[in-house]
């Protein structure tokens, strides 16, 4: 994996006073679109130019959107959808005369704000929707997720009356073509209520996935961590008609995983990731172990990403989950013996090549940007070393430090609350993230890096009766090629039609006398 284009987003101060700006990003065919607390920025991704730039309350005014005098809007969301070739957006609202008067915003209703572009460029125009997150009982939605597919749009959000008291997680489900529609519209979504977390889990991810392998289905962890115990068991169901009215959810399944730990934060009194930096400090909160960013699925395969505790140090967790099944394929833990990992995020293509991007810190290391790639061959995932993106240039203790000194609260700077990684629709080679790193010892910004990935591929040869099946991933530019000798060599192409099976090409060729090669060829 090398990189491609990269460059600084966003910064503190300057496009955005947010803190976190809940780091988040899509890439399109053109454009690479920034959407964070504070600013919506799209840049084009062939040299990193800003071509368009507003305050995310513009977005949604823009959209038609109306907001209360009151109101402040978080947690951002896009995504690019190639099938319908439009961009999908999500956040939240709350009352932001509570929140900075002392008060406790949660134990009013607040609403989710969705929005659909009118085209494929993002710089045009939007269609913006505000309803209310908890139709039912008025609860506060935090933390919204977003996940589109071939069939539906999936808004979810944790539901609380009173930040103490948290009482399950909600689901909307919109058909997708009524939102792609020339009249986008909402009159036939389905909302499943405030649901238990016993049943569903915590932080539910709707699966996006492009390639029509997965419809509706819905991830979560079964504890994000409330309290220090171990705790294991990721959460599958789906969404059944997510393309009509009156969609229905699937019974849960429980699969059972390794154990992660969120250990106490002393700072703070409750369970809570927190990382290292190079001051000796360790009050730079990484949040919980619930699965960040979003889960994304292609090729029958769901992938989802966490942070753990590993070895006294924050962790990676990464999950490969049969999405037809809900069994889980694969799992693995990504550590280094004196740093922290956290935020990460990850996507993965129909080759089998997975990347995640993340933060790390340590006592000797600033707060900066990596990426890591791996590629799943037989089952197995194996990832390189990590790739160094952008390196922070300082230690970093935010502007929220002050305030919590003044109100005698405890003294922790917010990082996060999450990162992005999504593929390039015009190259599944090609990945996009965006990362946080300090650029000042109070000023945030965010990184935006194009990775270019080389999968291997391999060719695979079986005997069938008295033919052999030649197979191989579907991957650009490659041709089958055969030979009777190997020395001297010529090689010729074979010459008939690769038929395809699932996400691999096949070729059946009759058993010949004599010897015969084949190799794949990528001019």
């Known amino acids: 994996m090398v990189i491609g284009q990269n460059f600084t987003g966003s910064t503190y101060g300057i496009n955005s006073a947010a803190i976190p700006p809940?780091?988040?990003?899509?890439v399109g065919t053109r454009y690479f679109v920034e959407f964070i607390n504070g600013t919506f920025a799209v840049y084009n991704k062939t040299n990193g130019v800003n071509v368009k730039r507003i305050a995310d309350t513009k977005f949604w005014s823009n959209a038609g959107v109306v907001l209360a005098t009151s109101d402040g809007i978080t947690d951002p969301r896009v995504i690019y959808d190639p099938i319908s070739q439009r961009w999908f957006a999500s956040m939240v609202d709350f009352d932001a005369n509570a929140a900075g008067g002392g008060g406790d915003p949660t134990l009013e209703s607040n609403d989710f704000l969705l929005a659909v572009s009118l085209t494929s460029d993002p710089t045009g125009a939007w269609k913006g929707f505000l309803l209310q997150a908890d139709p039912d009982n008025g609860y506060f939605a935090d933390f919204p997720t977003l996940g589109v597919d071939a069939k539906g749009v999936y808004l979810s959000g944790d539901f609380y009356q009173g930040e103490s008291n948290p009482l399950g997680a909600g689901l909307f489900s919109f058909p997708k073509a009524d939102l792609v529609a020339a009249n986008p519209v909402i009159t036939n979504a389905t909302w499943f209520g405030v649901m238990n977390y016993d049943l569903r889990g915590e932080v539910l991810q709707p699966a996006t996935c492009f390639d029509g392998s997965s419809a509706g289905r819905i991830?979560?962890?079964s504890d994000i961590g409330n309290d220090s115990n171990p705790h294991s068991n990721i959460v599958c169901f789906a969404v059944q008609n997510a393309a009509s009215t009156g969609a229905t959810l699937t019974a849960s399944t429980f699969i059972p995983t390794l154990p992660w730990v969120v250990p106490d934060n002393t700072e703070l009194g409750v369970p809570q990731f927190s990382a290292a930096q190079s001051d000796g400090t360790q009050n730079l909160i990484a949040d919980d172990a619930r699965l960040l960013a979003k889960v994304y699925a292609v090729g029958g395969v769901i992938y989802a990403v966490q942070t753990t505790e590993f070895n006294g140090h924050l962790a990676i967790r990464w999950y490969r989950i049969g999405a037809a099944d809900s069994t889980l394929l694969e799992s693995g833990t990504i550590s280094d013996p004196n740093l922290d990992l956290f935020y990460p995020s990850i996507a993965a293509n129909s080759y089998g090549v997975v990347v995640i991007g993340y933060n790390s810190s340590g006592r000797a290391a600033a707060i900066s940007c990596y990426a890591m790639a791996g590629q799943t061959i037989g089952g197995v995932t194996t990832f390189a070393s990590p790739l160094l993106m952008k390196a922070g240039t300082s230690v970093y203790h935010g502007d929220d430090e002050i305030l919590a000194e003044l109100e005698g609260l405890p003294i922790v700077s917010r990082w996060g609350?999450?990162?992005?990684?999504?593929?390039?629709?015009?190259?599944?080679?090609?990945?996009?993230?965006?990362?946080?790193?300090?650029?000042?010892s109070d000023v945030w910004s965010t990184q935006i890096t194009e990775l270019i990935t080389s999968p291997q591929v391999l060719l695979s040869i079986n005997r069938t009766g008295t033919n052999v099946a030649l197979s191989w991933p579907i991957a650009p530019g490659y041709h089958l090629q055969s030979t009777t000798n190997l020395s001297p060599t010529s090689w010729s192409n074979v010459t008939q039609t690769p038929l395809t099976n699932s996400d691999h090409l096949v070729v059946t060729l009759p058993i010949s006398a004599s010897n015969q090669f084949f190799r794949l060829k990528n001019p």
Not at 22 to 26: K, S
Not at 419 to 440: K, L
Request: overall charge negative.
């Open 219 to 221: 991830v979560s962890a």
């Open 417 to 440: 609350d999450y990162s992005a990684t999504s593929v390039d629709p015009s190259n599944p080679n090609r990945f996009w993230t965006i990362q946080m790193y300090p650029s000042g």
């Open 22 to 26: 809940d780091a988040n990003g899509a």
